[in-house]
């Protein structure tokens, strides 16, 4: 017998239903943390080879399911993947994915193109079909994608920045060329994400990490109507995790808009925001990353403690609030799992 996907403990965490425990999984659980990972990478060649080989990225998925014995699968691969899809130039090097020809101009926005899922990412639904064949029963399978702000950051700056000068100056001073970028984005998000959902994810994350270097005012006046417009063309039948990185002075807007869940930053105490926003919101999170580079036995006092604030209400998943850092030992990875499953009892 097939389980079904609403009865998967993520699915039912995420539709704040009681559980005997809460669901546990990581941001990046797939990384280069796992010398089993790093064994995949080394063999495909690369990082995008990893992605646009379904039998890599698939494996890789797997992997820490089978070692940790996490309650979800997210599917291995990246934000910038429909970025490339677009036409943008990406690529990959010790620093990290970049793209070499930033977007800078109307006319490069309007160059990017519409994209079909199927035909210019068909190995993200390939790989997903592979993970749900060999993924164990009660598993359930997440997707993602950036959200049209985060990408247009990334687009318009052409890397990862600290002040995102150029993306700051297009949205104040050539506000059309931005929002024809982002409605050009939330298009191509929306549509990524009806794919992965049609594939076997089960629920979808949409992360927005750079939305929080923008003050209140700004992030509604430029990142939360696209984010909404993607969130309300996918409707609620898949649950949807919004998360911010340092999004904390955000919160009140993230659960406004409409999000089924909203993914914390290590920075927000989350007792608090279960106070707050508990019966509208599941609330994911939220343990430093930087917590696993401590003892196991260290791991495992904070995560039962971070798990005694929350006091078993319900919508809670427990992961991360960013992601794992690739100097993590794994045992304290298992560690930290290990914390939601012996709830159990
Ligand atoms: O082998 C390697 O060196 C790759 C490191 C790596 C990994 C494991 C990158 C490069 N991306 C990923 C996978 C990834 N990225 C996943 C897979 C699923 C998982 O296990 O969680 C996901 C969901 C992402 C999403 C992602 N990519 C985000 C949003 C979440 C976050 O961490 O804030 C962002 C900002 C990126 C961009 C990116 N990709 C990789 C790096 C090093 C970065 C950050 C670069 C920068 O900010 O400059």
Redesign the pocket.
């Known amino acids: 017998m097939t389980m079904r996907s609403e009865d998967r403990l993520l699915v039912r965490a995420l539709r704040r239903e009681v559980l005997p425990r809460p669901p546990v999984w990581?941001?990046?659980?797939?990384?280069?943390y796992l010398p089993e990972?790093?064994a995949v990478?080394q063999k495909a060649g690369g990082?995008l080879e990893?992605?646009r080989a379904p039998e890599h990225a698939a494996e890789?998925?797997l992997q820490?399911v089978r070692r940790f014995g996490v309650d979800a699968a997210?599917?291995?691969?990246?934000?910038?993947v429909p970025l490339e899809a677009m036409g943008m130039h990406l690529v990959?090097d010790e620093?990290?994915?970049?793209f070499p020809e930033p977007l800078r101009s109307r006319a490069a926005i309007d160059a990017l193109r519409d994209v079909d899922p199927e035909r210019a990412m068909g190995f993200v639904g390939e790989a997903l079909r592979r993970v749900r064949r060999e993924l164990p029963d009660e598993t359930a399978l997440v997707g993602?994608c950036?959200a049209p702000f985060?990408l247009a950051a990334?687009a318009i700056e052409g890397?990862?920045?600290k002040s995102f000068a150029a993306t700051r100056a297009m949205l104040y001073r050539d506000t059309s060329s931005f929002e024809a970028l982002m409605g050009k984005l939330a298009t191509v998000v929306a549509r990524h994400l009806h794919y992965q959902i049609a594939h076997g994810a089960e629920a979808v994350?949409l992360?927005d990490?750079?939305a929080g270097t923008l003050g209140r005012d700004d992030y509604l006046r430029y990142a939360a109507p696209w984010t909404r417009a993607v969130l309300n063309e996918l409707g609620g039948a898949t649950p949807r995790v919004l998360?911010v990185?340092g999004g904390d002075h955000l919160l009140d807007d993230l659960v406004n808009t409409g999000a089924e869940a909203i993914a914390l930053d290590w920075r927000t105490p989350i007792g608090g925001a279960f106070e707050r926003f508990g019966e509208r919101v599941a609330l994911q999170g939220n343990l430093d990353p930087a917590a696993l580079l401590a003892t196991p036995d260290e791991v495992t006092r904070r995560t039962r403690a971070l798990l005694d604030e929350v006091a078993g209400r319900p919508g809670h998943v427990l992961n991360l609030g960013?992601?794992?850092f690739?100097e993590t030992d794994p045992e304290c990875v298992a560690a930290f799992v290990r914390c939601a499953k012996e709830r159990e009892r």
């Open positions: 990581l941001m990046r659980q797939a990384g280069r990972y790093r990478r990082f990893m992605i890789v998925t820490p997210i599917l291995f691969s990246d934000i910038l990959f620093h990290g994915p970049s993602f950036g985060t990334y890397q990862g920045a994350v992360f990490t750079w998360f990185h960013h992601g794992v690739k």
